[in-house]
């Protein structure tokens, strides 16, 4: 499931006390201009208001607009906080700013903002919906619920909130629940490229595959470059390519950065990092320590905070630079990379003696080339730590969940081929040792 950034704001005038007729004449030519994309000749037109009238806070909301739209998002947000700040009453300014918060992955302040907004425009169905993308980023899902249904209370043929609410319905487990929301959606939107694909991954959850894979034939159809649809098209059909693509797999974990370790840890009770630490202690002699490490696919740091207690130096690789965000919170890094793992690891200038990868394996098929490039940055008796999902059948086999499954043989073949050799391995586990 995606789960999208909140919506942007619009440009819609407050009810602030009424400015003077210049004033006002000056705002609303901003605002068309805005509305028309003359984002230069609107900030002119706020620069002059500003002199004019330095404490209108429509000109701050309006230049926030301008601002992010350029990509300038500290700019916007200092903008918007400066219009609230000069008038509180100003409704579409807290909405903005709630929204480039929301944006920008800070769901606690957008949130706040929202709510402020909300306090002063309550039938706002827009807002509502911004709010409950902030809740589902902070994981509060029965609340986030509650402000979507009421947006779509407030709006019925609002096809985003629509889709929010499947989002949320998804993130709850409630997926016969998500399916009605994305086609009430797609009712709405019959060309929405997102609520096919979401429907898709809900309907495979309830094992509904021929419904799936229909929705996923629809969403290619709407959108031939949806590298997720077709991958998940490709497991659904039995297809086996090497390796999950790219984008797929950054897009995944981009937008499951905020929530990925509530939901895993809590919520999944997820443990493959400390139960893989335990195992590997049980072949290395007690006090041993590694000068060099690196975790492959670090991800938010889970497996760094296993094993950083036994290494003198930790770099971390991941393709996700949304969730090396989060992994460099935890200040137990030396070195934070974002790239593919092996175009990364083949620019290092260092050897490693511990090579950590903990679900990263099953979003690759073919481990030769990873296993190569290991092997080629692997100080002599370096250790190789993974974990993978485990069948017999063939070397690896793309699964209809989208990951990839491997065959124990397939792993002592790679592992001797890359002068490795297996010393433990337990319920799909592979520690190597060199």
Not at 125 to 148: D, F, P, Q, T, Y
Request: hydrophobic share 40%.
């Amino acid at each position: 499931m995606k789960i999208r950034k909140l919506k942007r704001g619009n440009s819609r005038k407050s009810k602030t006390p009424k400015p003077s007729s210049r004033i006002s004449l000056l705002l609303n030519q901003a605002h068309s201009c805005i509305k028309y994309g003359r984002l230069v000749q609107a900030e002119d037109i706020c620069r002059e208001i500003v002199k004019l009238s330095p404490r209108t806070s429509e000109a701050y909301n309006i230049l926030g607009l301008i601002y992010k739209e350029r990509g300038l998002i500290d700019e916007a947000i200092s903008a918007f906080h400066r219009a609230v700040e000069l008038d509180g009453s100003n409704a579409n300014a807290f909405f903005n700013l709630g929204t480039i918060f929301g944006q920008s992955g800070q769901y606690e302040q957008a949130a706040t903002s929202l709510r402020k907004g909300l306090a002063l425009a309550p039938r706002t169905a827009e807002a509502r919906n911004n709010l409950g993308l902030a809740l589902v980023g902070l994981g509060k899902l029965n609340e986030a619920i509650i402000s979507l249904e009421k947006a779509i209370e407030l709006d019925p043929h609002y096809g985003d909130a629509w889709l929010s609410l499947g989002d949320a319905y998804c993130r709850q487990g409630q997926h016969q629940k998500a399916i009605d929301a994305y086609q009430r959606c797609i009712r709405f939107i019959p060309g929405f490229v997102e609520a096919h694909y979401n429907l898709s991954i809900a309907q495979h959850d309830l094992k509904l595959l021929p419904d799936a894979i229909e929705s996923l034939q629809r969403t290619i159809e709407l959108d031939p470059e949806h590298t997720a649809a077709r991958h998940m098209l490709a497991a659904l059909s039995g297809e086996t390519p090497d390796n999950a693509p790219k984008q797929f797999v950054t897009n995944l974990f981009d937008q499951y950065s905020g929530s990925f370790e509530t939901d895993l840890v809590n919520r999944l009770e997820y443990r493959i990092p400390t139960l893989l630490r335990e195992l590997f202690s049980e072949y290395i002699t007690a006090g041993t320590r590694f000068s060099t490490a690196i975790d492959l696919g670090c991800g938010t740091g889970l497996s760094g905070q296993a094993f950083h207690d036994i290494v003198d130096y930790l770099a971390g690789i991941d393709i996700s630079k949304k969730m090396l965000e989060q992994a460099k919170g935890k200040e137990i890094y030396d070195a934070l990379l974002a790239d593919d793992l092996c175009e990364q690891l083949h620019q290092l200038p260092d050897l490693f003696n511990l090579f950590i990868a903990t679900d990263v394996m099953i979003y690759i098929g073919n481990l030769e080339p990873l296993f190569s490039t290991v092997s080629s940055k692997a100080s002599p008796g370096a250790y190789f730590a993974f974990s993978v999902e485990s069948q017999q059948q063939n070397d690896f086999t793309l699964q209809p969940t989208g990951r990839y499954a491997h065959a124990a043989a397939y792993i002592s073949r790679l592992a001797a081929a890359s002068d490795f050799t297996v010393i433990a391995q337990k319920t799909g586990w592979y520690p190597q040792g060199r």
